[in-house]
């Protein structure tokens, strides 16, 4: 027993000199994490605070000053053109030096205070579907007030309905509260799993490998040996990631270490057993890699990180029970955000156990049969 | 000139050969591409629609009904009627559910004295999504509240108010689908894949196991060993963009408004950007590893979260825009997007295009460089 331990010790040792000699490579571990973290945290934001419009006022006897004055007081709206006739829409729209076109009608203000509805036109460049469906919800919100303050002048009865409107577990609706949590898994498995990959790989490469296994270490050992120190850099990655979440971004954290470093634990190992199959199914370093990269952009899309599972069709739906990263990323949100126990979110480690149990071994039994 | 010509075409034969010998080479050029395309049209989608909100109805009078009418027959969200505010909060904590519409049981006398309160309650984990919903449902229930104030207007003999409606046209995406520029989106994704992961990856081979070196002491020259490694991935890079355009046309039905050629011609055009991208990074690293880290990171994650393709540019801190616009991909992706669903927009087409060159120019230049530079 004591010498198990004692070979393990042995190889994780070396195997963490592998990875940490190089201060290129000791860059690429840590450098990265924090960079992507910061950049993605402050632009992964699909709130809008800049929309640059223009106006095409028929009216042109400047009654629809009060609803633009509405718009302009909001900060996020920014006229950048006057138009004179509908055929200069078609320019600053296809330039993209507007996001939306507003059209006020010629007899806006004779309808208005004949007590009538007029209608605006307003033309999005949908280039971004979603970014100008946004914009158009913000532009109803404020043309609503501006009815709102109508009735209020015409002496109408104010709406008797009130909507009292909260988010649970995201009080701003912030999309970086969402992001940065899913990216501690996200991001860290991105390079424990190149560099797990490539670890077998490599000695297969440099032959060191062939004398890995005439030493009296059993594939076993070798495995457990080789999964260690990428479980612990990608643990060390996840917290970088976390402390930028919670010190940087000051995301409040809602559940506990504990829960989320058992989920984290897990997710790493499957990770990293998904890793060392790969790299023990590699001829070389460079096949490694390909096909490393070949697995984790599909598990990347369909984790649920940059959008939602449940969109997804159902097929795909089914794909993605066998995606690690889908069960960390919702596990990880869940207790960040809501702040949830283990008692809720356990479901969630047993597919992760599972990839484990199934790629770990099939490594150790890779390492003796090579398949190439 | 012609022992040029020889050098390069036998160079070329040798690239050509090494990327066809191995399969994983393939699996990257050819089956990520078609599985990336699959995963883009089929599986990726940020539009809300039926989602599902629990409505609790405290008040069952048909006013209380009335008044939450609109939110029935929409597109966007698929509304489930519930009885008890403690069910709905079951179902919201498992997620089941995005948000909950409770109606208060004293909802109809408070409507008829003019202070009805509706709570709406929304799941912040997907805060997008969660703000799409709580837009279109306070949009709903303000008109019923409208109608409702015009109805005791009336009653009371109160002068009509005027009011301002919104026709609202989204030009360029008439199907309001996130396909429609996501398919685009991918052409850049898969050209950086290609160009600049697959290439840097290729050439770092080389530098560790010297190789490359090994090629240095024969009479061919650094240019013709980057034109004979950039040869072979621009075409692997072309078969993406094959496939990438055959499939957006007959798969997604994505149109294409601009003109194919000038689809075809600036695909190129970033092709060799990202190819030349590809060299400098292997160069510069000289390691799989690194190289396959920097490539990732420099390029691959950048242009999928930076460029446009997800988040409006314009609306990210000024610092993450500066990073935005230094990315190639930034350009190409303005460009495709534009090409695919606006149309051929000359003055844009030449600014971006007259970027992607200089970039193209300047890359080459500086990979030169550093290939040059291990000679001596």
């Known amino acids: 027993m004591i010498d198990f331990l004692m070979r393990i010790a042995n190889l994780c040792r070396k195997e963490l000199l592998t990875i940490l000699k190089d201060p290129a490579t000791r860059a690429i571990l840590v450098a990265p994490a924090l960079l992507q973290s910061l950049v993605f945290g402050y632009g992964a934001t699909y709130d809008l605070t800049n929309v640059p419009y223009a106006l095409l006022d028929q009216s042109r006897n400047g009654a629809s000053s009060e609803l633009i004055a509405h718009l302009d007081s909001t900060g996020v709206f920014h006229r950048v053109a006057t138009l004179r006739s509908q055929a200069d829409i078609r320019e600053v729209i296809d330039t993209e030096q507007a996001l939306l076109v507003l059209q006020i009608p010629a007899n806006f203000e004779q309808q208005l205070s004949a007590g009538q509805t007029t209608t605006i036109q307003l033309i999005l460049d949908a280039r971004n579907s979603n970014t100008a469906g946004s914009a158009a919800g913000y532009v109803s919100a404020v043309v609503e007030r501006y009815n709102a303050e109508l009735r209020a002048r015409a002496g109408a009865p104010p709406s008797p309905l009130v909507i009292e409107s909260r988010a649970w577990f995201n009080p701003n609706l912030e999309t970086r509260w969402n992001l940065l949590p899913g990216m501690i898994a996200a991001l860290s498995m991105l390079q424990t799993l190149l560099l797990t990959a490539l670890s077998v790989a490599r000695e297969r490469e440099q032959g060191t490998f062939d004398q890995l296994l005439v030493t ?113 990323i919702d596990l990880v949100q869940r207790v960040y955000l809501e702040g949830v126990g283990l008692g809720t979110v356990w479901h969630n480690l047993i597919p992760l156990a599972v990839i484990a149990a199934i790629t770990l071994p099939l490594a150790a039994w890779l390492f003796r049969n090579r398949l190439v | 000139m012609n022992g040029f010509r020889s050098r390069l075409v036998s160079l070329t034969r040798k690239e050509f050969r090494q990327l066809l010998r191995d399969r994983s080479n393939l699996a990257i050029g050819i089956l990520l591409p078609m599985v990336l395309i699959l995963i883009f049209g089929y599986g990726m989608s940020l539009d809300v629609k039926n989602a599902p909100v629990a409505v609790v109805m405290e008040d069952a009078s048909p006013t209380a009904h009335e008044a939450i009418a609109g939110l029935q027959l929409s597109p966007t969200i698929a509304p489930i009627l519930l009885g008890s505010m403690h069910d709905a909060e079951a179902l919201m904590q498992e997620r089941k559910v995005d948000g909950i519409v409770r109606v208060p049981a004293d909802f109809s006398r408070a409507l008829a004295a003019g202070n009805a309160r509706v ?62 520029y996501l398919v685009p989106g991918l052409i850049v994704l898969i050209m950086t894949l290609v160009g600049a992961f697959l290439t840097a990856l290729v050439m770092a081979r080389e530098w560790e196991r010297g190789t490359l070196e090994a090629l240095f002491v ?100 000024t610092a993450v825009r500066v990073v935005g616009h230094l990315l190639p991909a930034t350009y190409f992706m303005d460009l495709i997007k534009t090409l695919f669903l606006a149309g051929d927009v000359w003055p844009l087409i030449w600014r971006n295009c007259a970027i992607l060159l200089a970039y193209a120019v300047g890359l080459l230049l500086v990979a030169r460089a550093v290939t040059r530079k291990s000679l001596d």
């Open chain 2, 119 to 180: 709570q709406l309650i929304v799941h912040g984990s997907d805060a997008g999504r969660a703000s799409i919903i709580k837009a279109y449902v306070s949009g709903a229930l303000a008109q019923a509240g409208v109608r409702q104030a015009d109805r005791n207007g009336n009653a009371a003999g109160a002068p009509p108010a005027g009011s301002v409606a919104i026709e609202q046209r989204m030009w360029f995406n008439a199907a309001n689908t996130s396909t429609w």
């Open chain 1, 216 to 328: 009296p270490m059993s594939p076993l050992e070798i495995m457990i040996g080789k999964a260690l120190p990428p479980v612990l850099v990608g643990l060390v990655q996840s917290s970088l990631i976390l402390l930028v979440a919670l010190f940087w971004f000051r995301i409040p954290m809602a559940g506990s270490l504990l829960t989320l470093y058992t989920g984290l634990v897990f997710f790493t190992v499957a990770s990293v057993g998904i890793g060392l199959s790969i790299s023990a199914v590699s001829a070389n370093m460079q096949q490694a890699m390909l096909y490393a990269f070949v697995l984790l952009m599909p598990l990347m899309l369909l984790s649920g990180l940059t959008t939602p599972v449940r969109n997804m069709p159902h097929a795909l739906q089914v794909a993605t029970l066998a995606n690690p990263l889908r069960f960390a």
């Open chain 2, 218 to 317: 024969t009479p061919v020259r650094p240019v013709e060993i980057l034109l004979a490694k950039i040869i072979p991935y621009f075409a692997v890079g072309m078969l993406g963009l094959t496939l990438c355009l055959l499939s957006a046309r007959y798969l997604f039905a994505v149109p294409m408004y601009g003109s194919l050629l000038v689809v075809v011609f600036s695909s190129m055009l970033y092709l060799i950007v990202a190819v030349s991208l590809g060299l400098v990074i292997s160069s510069v690293t000289r390691n799989q590893f690194l190289a396959s880290q920097v490539a990732l990171i420099a390029t691959f994650m950048p242009s999928m979260m930076l460029s446009g393709f997800l988040f409006d540019l314009r609306n990210v801190p």
